[in-house]
């Protein structure tokens, strides 16, 4: 997994899952910085595998968080059966970048 978000670049988040993604009803990953979440992601956002979620960050969403302070991700997610799941509380690091703006 990343353990650094580049701004202005676009990081993926990979997860494995226990089970396969088609059993999944819900699926969320949160970003927390300075106490507030910054940017969450769900289900309608994931690419899937067998056994796997991804997340990409777009370069703008990447720009939202601050070099100076941490951040906080944590994956949520419920199955068809109605079991909820929880990961860890993930720290994540931020880079900044010479030149702001979107790389097109």
């Keep these: 997994m990343n353990e ?10 990979s997860f494995t899952l226990p089970f396969e993604s088609a059993q999944v009803k819900s699926f969320f990953v949160t970003f927390r910085q300075g106490g507030e979440n910054v940017l969450e992601k769900d289900l309608t956002t994931c690419e899937t595998g067998e056994y796997s979620l991804s ?29 909820a799941f929880a990961s860890p509380v993930f720290p994540l690091r931020v880079e900044g970048v010479l030149k702001g703006g979107e790389v097109i």
């Excluded at 650094?4 to 988040?13: A, H, K, L």
């Excluded at 960050?57 to 079991?83: C, H, I, N, T």
Aim: proline share 8%.
């Design 4 to 13: 650094t978000i580049m701004q202005g670049t676009t990081p993926v988040f």
């Design 55 to 83: 997340v990409t960050l777009s370069q703008e969403e990447s720009f939202l968080f601050d070099p100076a302070k941490p951040v906080l991700m944590q994956v949520r997610l419920a199955d068809l059966e109605g079991s």
